[in-house]
């Protein structure tokens, strides 16, 4: 899997990860991972082609 770039909100960092699952909601897409500070998720939008890529 690719290797996404993420900002945790809390912290007020960016993170790269590479473990990170693709969610749908309101007929969006999102990557969404664990925080690296905490136990919160932190996501991310992603484009319908992205999305398709990431779902294989």
Known sequence: MSE?????V???A???STEFT???KG???????KAKSGPH???RVL???QAAKFKK
């Open 27 to 33: 007929g969006r897409f999102f990557a969404v991972t």
């Open 4 to 8: 996404l770039e993420f900002y945790d």
């Open 41 to 43: 998720e932190c996501w």
């Open 14 to 16: 960016k993170f790269k």
């Open 22 to 24: 693709v969610k749908e």
């Open 47 to 49: 484009s319908k082609d």
């Open 10 to 12: 809390k912290s007020k």
